[in-house]
C-alpha cells in the first residue's frame, strides 16, 4: 500500500468537490481547478474526508495510487489557501519591476527580458529583488517561477542570479584560490 496514497484528505468547510465518471472539481474561495482521473484509482468522498483507493494491486495502479491522491490534495489546498513562491534577485544592477502586467527583468543582458506570466498566476515585486509568484495551481506556480529563475540562474562563482529564497548555492573557489 501507497504511504501516502492511503492517507486521507480532508476537506474544508470552504471547498466542495465534484465527482463525475472520471473528472473531479474542487471548487474554494480563491477559485475552481478540474483534472481528469485514470480508471486505475477510486475517489470517494464522505463526512469531508476523501479516499483514494486503487481498483486493483496492478504495477500501474500503484503507481498511480499517490500520485492522484497528491494531486487532490494540492488542488484542495490551492482552492482554500492558495500557493506562492519567492524569489530573490541577486547582483549589482540586477532587478525586477511591474510594467503594466508585463515582468520587467534586468540581468546584465544588453537588453530588458519581459515576461508575461498566465491569467492564472498573480505577480508582486514588492522591492526591486523580490518577485512573489502566488495562484491557486501549484504545479503552475512552480512552472512560473522555474521560468523565471531560467532567464539567469545563480553562478556559483559570485552567487549572482535569480534563487529561490531559502536555496543555498554552492559556492566555488576562483582560480587564484587553487595556488
Excluded at 476537506?11 to 466542495?16: G, I, R, V
Excluded at 482554500?80 to 511591474?98: D, M, P, Q, W
Amino acid at each position: 500500500m501507497s504511504r501516502i496514497g492511503k492517507m486521507p484528505i480532508p476537506l474544508s468547510n470552504q471547498a466542495k468537490i465534484e465527482i463525475k465518471d472520471l473528472n473531479i472539481r474542487v471548487s474554494g474561495p480563491k477559485g475552481t481547478l478540474e483534472q481528469s482521473l485514470t480508471d486505475q484509482v477510486k475517489i470517494t468522498e464522505e463526512a469531508g474526508i476523501i479516499t483514494v483507493t486503487r481498483v486493483d494491486d496492478s504495477k500501474k495502479a500503484k503507481a498511480q495510487h499517490g500520485l492522484y491522491r497528491m494531486l487532490i490534495s494540492n488542488m484542495v489546498e490551492g482552492v482554500t489557501n492558495g500557493f506562492t513562491r519567492k524569489l530573490e534577485i541577486a547582483g549589482v544592477g540586477y532587478r525586477a519591476e511591474l510594467k503594466n502586467d508585463l515582468l520587467a527583468l534586468t540581468l546584465g543582458y544588453s537588453h530588458m527580458i519581459y515576461f508575461k506570466a498566465p491569467d492564472e498566476i498573480k505577480i508582486e515585486v514588492p522591492d526591486q529583488v523580490t518577485v512573489l509568484i502566488s495562484g491557486i495551481d501549484k504545479a503552475l506556480v512552480g512552472q512560473v517561477a522555474a521560468k523565471i529563475r531560467s532567464f539567469r540562474k545563480p553562478e556559483p562563482y559570485r552567487g549572482k542570479g535569480i534563487k529561490y529564497a531559502g536555496e543555498v548555492i554552492r559556492r566555488k573557489e576562483g582560480k587564484a584560490a587553487g595556488k
